[in-house]
């Protein structure tokens, strides 16, 4: 795209969306009734850094001079495309693929939903897990890069292995609990009297015998790779 046509592109976009948009009320001056336009965020691909530097300033002068709308110097910068990360997405050899910073929200996100400390009914925690990885997968699964996805397909598992060891709490329960859903009777009962912590336990011939994937999935947790699928190859999903 020429340098021209992708600033009058650009011009016209901005003009619209400020025409467009709905005015917001500044709640530090809501007494005074003083309305401000939405913040915009926009990225413009060139070709060359010089390119860059002359779109920018071009853009600049646009939206002081014509808008007047300020620019936050600190988030506005020239930089190569695999340098550049815009809502919580980012490029790495021409893909698609979330930010680190986006990354770690979400695995924060999934500790606080999978917490030990966190007393709720496991049927409450499913739902609640549910409805934010489908949100969070709907917004970021667009990214073309699969090899994380069966890493945190397997550490979700296991944390919820976790959360159901520690429900059970007494011995006896988890060695019935166990041998109920096939494990044999002599791993259930070392396993039970071990002294390791939940989320080592969480990793045994005894929890995965027991709480297989399926049986994880009949109790209603979702799956982060058959969500990426759906998006990526919803023929095969179906």
């Known amino acids: 795209m020429r340098e021209n046509r992708t600033l009058g592109l650009t011009r016209r976009g901005l003009e619209t969306g400020l025409q467009s948009t709905a005015p ?3 709640p530090t001056r809501e007494g005074l009734g003083v309305r401000f336009p939405r913040a915009t965020r926009l990225v413009i691909l060139v070709k ?4 860059g530097e002359r779109v920018m300033r071009s853009i600049r002068c646009f939206l002081e001079r014509r808008l007047r709308l300020s620019v936050n110097e600190r988030k506005s910068r020239v ?3 695999e340098e550049c990360s815009f809502l919580g997405f980012t490029f790495r ?3 698609i693929r979330w930010t680190e910073k986006a990354y770690k929200e979400f695995k924060r996100r999934i500790r606080l939903l999978t917490g030990r400390s966190w007393f709720v009914s496991m049927e409450y925690r499913m739902r609640k897990l549910t409805e934010y990885i489908r949100g969070w997968m709907n917004y970021f699964g667009i990214l073309e890069y699969y090899r994380p996805i069966p890493e945190l397909e ?4 296991r944390r919820i292995r976790m959360c159901y060891w520690k ?4 011995t006896r329960t988890k060695v019935r609990k166990l041998i109920k859903m096939g494990t044999s009777q002599r791993t259930a009962i070392l396993t039970a009297l071990s002294r390791k912590g939940y989320w080592r336990l969480a990793r045994t011939l005894a ?8 049986w994880l999935q009949e109790q ?3 799956s982060i790779k058959e969500q990426w699928v759906r998006i990526h190859y919803p023929a095969t999903a179906r």
């Open 24 to 26: 917001v009320l500044d």
């Open 48 to 51: 060359s850094q010089r390119a």
């Open 79 to 81: 930089v190569s495309v």
């Open 93 to 95: 050899r021409g893909r």
């Open 154 to 157: 397997s550490w979700l598992r």
């Open 167 to 170: 429900q059970w709490r007494k």
């Open 207 to 214: 929890t995965h015998t027991g709480m297989t994937n399926k």
């Open 220 to 222: 209603g947790l979702i």
